[in-house]
């Protein structure tokens, strides 16, 4: 089964700066549209930012001009960089992709991965 592996978590200061990474495994897929979303502890999920496969990017409002979303089509994988990081930022960060395909085939909907865990601390 294909699924969404994120990684670059961990410690950072405020002010600092994290980049996370979202990537399939299993097998060579299509994935047209990736989103980040965030869950703050004892908080709702919440959506962070959104791309698509020809680069189209958004953001939610409380991430604009700080949070900085990618994508490497080879490797249908995802990237967020957080810029000038918040304590509010704390929480599990989750990939999330609507639909993935194998070739012409839809294999999955509603994929998320396990979430990687962001901690902001002074």
């Known amino acids: 089964q294909v699924q969404l592996v994120e990684s670059g978590g961990g410690l950072v200061q405020p002010g600092g700066s994290l980049r996370l990474s979202c990537t399939t495994s299993?097998?060579?897929?299509?994935?047209?549209?990736m989103d980040w979303y965030r869950q703050a502890p004892g908080k709702q999920r919440e959506w962070v930012a959104t791309i698509t496969r020809s680069g189209a990017t958004s953001y939610g409002d409380a991430v604009k001009g700080r949070f900085t979303i990618s994508r490497d089509n080879s490797r249908n994988t995802a990237f967020l960089r957080i810029d000038s990081v918040k304590p509010e930022d704390t929480g599990d960060y989750f990939c999330?992709?609507?639909?993935?395909?194998?070739?012409?085939?839809?294999?999955?909907?509603?994929?998320w991965g396990e979430g990687t865990r962001v901690t902001v601390y002074s």
């Open positions: 299993g097998h060579t897929f299509s994935v047209p549209t």
């Open positions: 999330h992709a609507a639909e993935i395909y194998y070739g012409a085939s839809l294999v999955r909907t509603d994929a």
